[in-house]
């Protein structure tokens, strides 16, 4: 009686299931995780780069300064809800303890009322200024990629055809559309 010792790859070619690096084994589908994918590359010039970015966001200062006033204001009316809202519950209390003890007048419905109606007040102006705050930043965001991408194609059409035959068509497409993706989703 012999013992075999074979290896894993040896194990999955007699199985009958995938070569190694490929298929559902370890790390995802594609055999690699999430290593397999393309290294980014890094800055040259990350503060050049960041000066740029902020130079092109300057024609939206003030759409940008009006996403953040409405930002704050959202932010503010979401924090002072549970505050008043807390009134009515100190009320309900006082009043609920009130006629337990027969001292007290008994709730008063009315003042709660109107507590939870400011609340509702509040809550709906926040989310007012959360929906238009986050419809200014899609129009903005959207215009700043269609420009980023028109900048790219006309910067693209102004290259020597040197560049182009020193470089894969693959590398290109990849760089720019990686760029764009990058900058319009954040």
Same mark, same amino acid.
């Given at each position: 009686?012999?013992? #075999? ?12 299931? =995938?070569?190694?690096?490929?298929? =559902? ?56 809800? =549970?505050?008043?809202?807390? #009134? ?44 238009? #705050? ?53």
């Amino acid at each position: 009686m012999s013992i #075999q010792i074979r290896t894993r790859s040896e194990n999955r070619k007699s199985a009958g299931g =995938p070569p190694p690096g490929r298929g =559902p084994g370890r790390g995802g589908p594609m055999g690699r995780g999430h290593m397999g994918m393309m290294p980014g590359e890094k800055a040259r010039d990350f503060r050049g780069t960041m000066r740029k970015l902020i130079q092109y966001l300057g024609a939206y200062r003030i759409g940008i300064l009006i996403v953040m006033v409405f930002a704050v204001a959202s932010t503010a009316f979401s924090i002072v809800g =549970p505050k008043i809202l807390g #009134q009515a519950t100190t009320k309900l209390f006082e009043g609920i303890m009130g006629e337990i003890s027969g001292t007290g007048t008994g709730i008063d419905f009315r003042y709660i009322g109107e507590i939870l109606l400011l609340t509702l007040a509040l809550y709906l102006g926040s989310s007012l200024f959360g929906l238009i #705050q986050g419809w200014i930043m899609s129009h903005i965001a959207m215009d700043i990629t269609y420009r980023f991408r028109r900048d790219i194609a006309e910067k693209i059409n102004r290259m020597p055809f040197k560049y182009f035959d020193n470089t894969s068509q693959g590398e290109v497409l990849s760089r720019i559309t990686n760029d764009v993706d990058t900058v319009s989703q954040t």
